[in-house]
């Protein structure tokens, strides 16, 4: 998270960090007990809604939930290609 931190002046940016902290494990815990579509949909529109309590930009909040993010995708290549889109190598001797 820290590749794509957007700084800011915001209610929630000024929170302490134990309350933030205690904050995500209440939802953490809420969204595993009940993991219901319904909790599910309700956890989802917190999160915009506190994104756009920050005033973060919708590309930058983007960047931090796209699961295809650059950090993914470089660490986490597809089987078929190495991470510059290469076919893997084949070492000699091998299958």
């Known amino acids: 998270m820290i590749g794509v931190h957007h700084p800011g002046d915001s209610v929630l940016h000024r929170l302490p960090a134990p309350?933030?902290?205690g904050l995500l494990a209440l939802a953490l815990t809420v969204t595993a007990v009940a993991g219901t579509p319904?909790?599910?949909?309700?956890?989802?529109?917190?999160t915009v809604g506190l994104f756009a309590l920050a005033g973060i930009p919708v590309?930058?909040?983007?960047?931090?939930?796209?699961?295809?993010?650059?950090?993914?995708?470089?660490?986490f290549p597809s089987s078929g290609s190495s991470p510059d889109g290469r076919p893997p190598r084949?070492?000699?001797?091998?299958?």
């Not at 319904?38 to 917190?46: E, F, Q, R, T």
């Not at 084949?90 to 299958?95: A, E, I, L, N």
């Open 19 to 21: 309350a933030k902290l």
């Open 59 to 75: 590309r930058v909040a983007w960047r931090q939930v796209s699961p295809s993010s650059g950090y993914s995708r470089s660490r």
């Open 38 to 46: 319904a909790v599910l949909g309700v956890a989802g529109a917190v």
């Open 90 to 95: 084949r070492w000699p001797g091998g299958s």
